[in-house]
């Protein structure tokens, strides 16, 4: 197995069989031996420093229904918000202060009519706080929305594809969604320039160690600049609520394959690490992730914002505790970069 990790780490690359043999091995010493290649490669690349993201959470309205998240249209237990312009520039502001240089704004897909007032936003923050990175994450459009928020100043944006298998696609979404669809618009948004992030629920239902090797492969060939991965966790309103959660230390294992594979990405260690285990983030860093996302959106929707159940969004989650997540950070000889921390990648 060291063999093998020894190889990913060379080479960048395995084949499936390969991949699947990390993904299965259960001696704890090449675990460990796999979590330690990927944190040392991610160390020569950013040193023992973790860049911090500032997420805005901009409204739970969502005209999309897929099976697992919990601000799905179809969850009428959710009472519905949206931020407005003057709540996203206090939540900037106060990221600011703080010394948050990138803000990602996310929130659930909205229909194009509401693409203009996006720009708008995109160009008073930019204008306001021109050292700054916005990050986009909402959803699928097409690509003249895409291009317009591009020219509007954003900066990266975040599309996780969830599956590259379209069958399991099929099982965790509506009809209408396709994943073909979802990767045609993650092509558009590499054409546009944008740094962007995509990346799996790990663990989620109907989930196979098969379909994760082809969801590593396509990450592989697709060379994104970030790679936002975390494990699946019920939201009980939901269809697929009773399933069981997904694994830490699978994730742990897709951060530290990817970490090898892809040395210069950036690889968030979850908000869903975070909740599923007190002490997820620490591990998420320890298997090569090198991001966290502190919380900034308003204490008062941060509940409604709700994908899953239990999600963290307090202390060391929150952007106000960023001491504290300073203190955990410390804990393993890590520190906070204050930097906009943007992709070392060179555009091809
Ligand atoms: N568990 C874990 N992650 C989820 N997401 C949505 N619902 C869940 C859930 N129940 C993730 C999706 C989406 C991102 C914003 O949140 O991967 O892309």
Not at 265 to 284: H, V
């Amino acid at each position: 197995m060291k063999r093998l990790v020894d190889k990913l780490r060379e080479r960048h690359e395995l084949d499936s069989e390969e991949y699947r043999s990390l993904l299965i091995m259960h001696d704890p010493q090449d675990i460990e031996y796999l979590f330690g290649q990927a944190r040392e490669v991610s160390q020569r690349h950013f040193g023992r420093s973790i860049y911090l993201r500032g997420l805005i959470e901009l409204s739970n309205v969502c005209r999309n229904n897929c099976l697992y998240c919990g601000i799905r249209r179809g969850n009428c237990h959710v009472s519905r918000y949206n931020l407005n312009r003057e709540q996203v520039m206090a939540c900037c502001e106060q990221g600011y202060d703080i010394g948050f240089r990138t803000f990602v704004i996310q929130g659930g897909e909205w229909g194009e009519e509401r693409s203009p007032w996006i720009a708008d936003l995109i160009r008073e923050i930019k204008s306001r706080w021109p050292d700054c990175a916005i990050t986009l994450s909402l959803g699928e459009h097409p690509r003249e929305t895409y291009a317009l928020w591009r020219d509007a100043g954003a900066d990266r944006y975040l599309l996780r594809h969830e599956t590259h298998n379209q069958r399991l696609y099929g099982l965790l979404h509506p009809r209408e969604m396709t994943s073909a669809h979802r990767l045609q618009c993650l092509d558009w948004l590499m054409e546009l320039g944008y740094q962007v992030g995509t990346g799996i629920m790990v663990g989620a239902p109907f989930q196979t160690i098969g379909s994760i090797v082809e969801d590593v492969e396509y990450l592989v060939r697709f060379k994104p600049h970030m790679i936002g991965m975390g494990p699946f966790i019920p939201q009980h309103d939901t269809p697929l609520g009773r399933f069981p959660a997904g694994s830490v230390e699978l994730t742990q294992r897709l951060y530290a394959i990817l970490r090898l594979a892809l040395p210069q990405a950036l690889i968030p260690s979850t908000t869903a690490m975070a909740s599923l285990a007190p002490d997820g983030r620490l591990r998420g860093i320890l298997a090569g992730a090198n991001v966290v996302m502190p919380n900034l959106s308003p204490t008062d929707t941060r509940k409604m914002y709700a994908l899953y159940d239990n999600k963290a969004s307090l202390g060391a989650e929150s952007a106000k505790g960023v001491h504290l997540l300073a203190d955990e950070l410390a804990t393993i000889g890590y520190h906070i970069d204050w930097s906009r921390g943007d992709s070392p990648q060179k555009k091809e």
